[in-house]
């Protein structure tokens, strides 16, 4: 349970959202005070007066409300020199904390090592600072996916490492951090991480269809869609795991690198994977978004995200406000992916996703950090600068929207 925050999430939720033309996907309640009614312990105008719980509706909207489930998903946090050099880590999400503290859980994909015994460096190997990864967490991050590409970038003993700091990151912020995807020892069989939330049993489980440097064994789950071996053992697991839980999510690092589109051997293996019991299939590693889908099933409406994009790098470093076509810009914006599910019946159910459009703009103290596109709009930019991010914005929200009219798929299929 997180500690209580005194953050107006609402307003900001709702400013964002009308400014962007998406719909609202707002909480509500927060955690702990959805807590307290449940046992009964919270004043306000819906209680008699003798604290006792207002009986008929008033019961049935708290119990509906308590069976809805608000997830946040971010794409990659990645680690370049215009991120690790910044003044000010805590800054980088300070648009987007309101959000991320207010939702029941965030998922990102780390794409970084984290080990504090060595210098933190950028591409091709990766290393952080524990403060880095400490900035993200207080941001709001619940769930972070370990398998990509990246992850054995400095070896097993970076890779040890990343898992001793996680840890003591949750210390010290003094809630459970959830992470899955990779192990350190090869006898600790690849398990989906179990995380309780508000009664439900969810299950997380993050593969990579490649790794960078070579292992001297699988200390990164890789389940290559393109290989026909890891798919037959692969969908069978899924089944006999998945329904095990309430709502079971599949983290998937993989796919081709800048593609507007998903290839179709990766999104015909997303559809499997929802008919083999996963609810919400969540891709990265392209570092652009790619559409999604609402698949109607028999156990329930799933989820495809395709690819979440970027969600903090340096890849846009240098775009010119003139070129407002250059392929790298779409390496800099992306969206916070707002997901409701409804529990009931022991499943999940995807009720909701909406698009929040946001971006990485790096401000005059040299601090690239993620801004949706009205938080932007307050940072004092050069008209050039705003003519660029408005003509961005538009297009994203036109990309959004048609992506949502062709989002629903009958029925999964092979």
């Known amino acids: 349970m997180r500690l209580p925050r ?15 033309d998406c719909p609202g996907v707002v909480p509500g309640q927060e955690r702990e005070q959805t807590d307290l009614r449940a046992r009964g312990l919270a004043g306000g105008p819906n209680r008699g007066q003798s604290g006792e719980p207002a009986r008929g509706r008033v019961q049935e909207r708290t119990a509906e409300r308590e069976r809805r489930l608000y997830l946040s998903f971010v794409g990659d946090i990645m680690i370049h020199p215009t991120n690790y050099l910044a003044p000010d880590y805590d800054a980088i999400y300070a648009a987007l ?3 991320l503290l207010r939702d029941t859980l965030s998922f990102a994909n780390l794409e970084f090592p984290v080990d504090a ?28 996916s370990l398998a990509n590409n990246h992850a054995f970038d400095q070896e097993l003993e970076g890779l040890r490492q990343t898992l001793v700091s996680l840890e003591a990151v949750g210390r010290g912020e003094f809630r459970p951090i959830h992470f899955q995807g990779v192990r350190e020892c090869l006898d600790t069989p690849f398990a989906p991480a179990e995380i309780r939330v508000k009664g439900v049993r969810v299950g997380f489980m993050a593969v990579a269809q490649v790794v960078n440097q070579p292992m ?23 089944e006999s795991v998945a329904r095990g839980y309430d709502l079971f999510i599949l983290s998937y690092h993989g796919g081709v690198e800048f593609a507007g589109e998903p290839e179709e051997g990766k999104l ?8 083999a019991g996963v609810d919400i299939v969540y891709g990265h590693h392209p570092h652009v978004p790619q559409r999604y889908e609402l698949v109607e099933r028999e156990q329930g409406r799933g989820l495809i ?23 790298r810009s779409r390496a800099g914006e992306s969206a916070l992916w707002l997901v409701v599910v409804r529990a009931a019946q022991g499943r999940g159910e995807v009720e909701s996703v909406r698009p929040l459009p946001i971006c990485n703009y790096r401000d005059g103290r040299g601090i690239t950090a993620v801004y949706t596109f009205a ?20 297009a994203l929200r036109e990309l959004f929207r048609h992506w949502a009219e062709g989002a629903k798929v009958p029925e999964a299929g092979p």
Request: hydrophobic share 35%; aromatic share 14%; proline share 8%.
């Open 375 to 394: 938080a932007l709009a307050g940072e004092g930019l050069s008209e050039p600068w705003l003519a660029y991010y408005r003509e961005r914005h538009r």
């Open 216 to 238: 001297p064994g699988p200390h990164v789950h890789v389940v290559d869609y393109s290989n026909r071996r890891h798919r037959e053992y692969f969908l069978p697991y899924i």
């Open 305 to 327: 995200l395709c690819s979440t994009g970027n969600f903090l790098s340096g890849m846009a470093r240098g775009i010119d406000p003139e070129d407002r076509e250059h392929p």
């Open 268 to 275: 015909r293996f997303f559809r499997q994977l929802l008919e």
């Open 117 to 144: 015994t060595r210098e933190y460096c950028g591409y091709p190997r990766f290393n952080a600072p524990r403060e880095y990864l400490r900035a993200a967490v207080q941001a709001g991050i619940d769930v972070f």
């Open 6 to 20: 005194t953050l107006a999430f609402t307003p900001i939720l709702l400013l964002c959202l009308v400014v962007t």
């Open 97 to 99: 904390r309101p959000i």
